[in-house]
């Protein structure tokens, strides 16, 4: 899928779960796409501050581009945007709202998911067009903000980053958010560290089924 063609509010109706790569060792990077990716996971960001996180943007387009979308996220200078679209990175996401990069991928046409907190941040990000944003540090944040943050803003739509687990999972699309990421709290870190990928894909399986039930629930 190019670039050009990724709408991100689509993308997270069809895909509320973001694996959040950082830090996972590059020889594991194929095993750990393939064990999301059986698990009903295909909507990955890898970290631009772990190591590696060039390289391995790049090899997960050549050898599994067909069945994920690969972002790249910690894009907080244009350069480290660039560095990523030419990995092949297919979108971007940052943790603020630099206005740098927002104008760099308005002009361009990349798909962005720019970080917010603040009702400020959303005006930031409509300025340059971008309406779906991902709310970070969302877990630290009280219940009801993000619905409360949508009354002014109205045609917004917010992924749930920072302090989503397994557990309080269900609370963040009861509140409101259209979809969520996960890092380390996806799969537990000893089952990546000791490659336990079946039982990965178990867990992350039981995860997707719970979250598809519960945005049913609440649509």
């Known amino acids: 899928m190019e670039n050009n ?19 996972i060792p590059l020889e594991d990077t194929v095993d750990y796409i393939d064990m999301a990716v059986r698990g009903g996971v295909s909507f990955f960001e890898v970290a631009l501050n772990s190591e590696d996180a060039l390289e391995q943007i790049a090899m997960l387009r050549e050898k599994r581009g067909e069945k994920c979308l690969i972002g790249a996220g910690t894009a907080i200078t244009v350069e480290k945007a660039e560095s990523a679209i030419r990995a092949g990175a297919q ?5 603020g709202t ?12 990349i798909p ?16 340059y067009g971008f309406r779906t944003m991902k709310l970070f540090p969302a877990g630290s944040m009280p219940a009801g903000y993000v619905r409360n943050l949508k009354g002014p803003y ?8 920072g302090g989503v687990t397994q557990n309080n999972i269900s609370s963040f699309f009861e509140d409101g958010y259209l979809g969520v990421g ?38």
């Open 154 to 161: 109205d045609d917004t739509e917010y992924v749930a980053i």
């Open 182 to 219: 996960l890092s380390s709290a996806l799969v537990p870190q000893n089952i990546v560290k000791e490659k336990r990928w079946e039982e990965g894909v178990a867990i992350i399986r039981m995860l997707e089924k719970k979250v598809r039930s519960i945005r049913r629930e609440t649509r």
């Open 112 to 127: 962005l998911l720019p970080g917010v907190m603040t009702p400020y941040d959303v005006a930031v990000c409509l300025k």
């Open 91 to 95: 979108f971007l996401l940052t943790p």
């Open 98 to 109: 630099p206005e740098d990069v927002l104008e760099y991928c308005a002009a361009r046409s």
């Open 5 to 23: 063609k990724i709408e991100m509010r689509t993308v997270i109706k069809k895909n509320p779960i973001l694996a959040i790569m950082r830090n």
